[in-house]
């Protein structure tokens, strides 16, 4: 059974950082792609980063520069290091796992979510 475990998130001012990460179960993140949504309130779901199997990253263009994401094999955790950080970013975090389908990633499996709230 797949578990992914977020941690990390919390209360920043703009211009602030934080790093999350999420830690897999039952699912070998070095062989599988991953990725970090975030849903605001009364917002849609959106892609943030992914990271493919072989290390290639896809980013969504309002963070593009600011974020990163990035795994340790090692530890089977993903990562996401968010740097100058808007209120705009606020929201609540979810770590995903899948597999690839072509380029893209096709996402199964869901964690619990982490919040963010960035104040001005």
């Known amino acids: 059974q797949v578990q992914l475990v977020e941690s990390g998130g919390g209360s920043v001012q703009a211009g602030g950082s934080l790093r999350l990460s999420c830690a897999a179960s039952?699912?070998?993140?070095?062989?599988?792609?991953m990725g970090w949504f975030r849903q605001a309130p009364g917002k849609r779901r959106e892609g943030v980063a992914h990271?493919?199997?072989?290390?290639?990253?896809r980013y969504a263009d309002s963070v593009m520069g600011r974020f990163t994401i990035s795994k340790d094999n090692a530890k089977n955790t993903l990562y996401l290091q968010m740097n100058s950080l808007t209120p705009e970013d606020t929201a609540m975090y979810y770590c995903?796992?899948?597999?690839?389908?072509?380029?893209?990633?096709?996402?199964?499996?869901w964690g619990q979510g982490t919040q963010v709230t960035v104040s001005s």
């Open positions: 039952g699912y070998d993140v070095s062989s599988n792609c």
């Open positions: 990271i493919h199997s072989g290390g290639r990253t």
């Open positions: 995903a796992a899948g597999v690839e389908v072509v380029e893209l990633c096709g996402y199964n499996t």
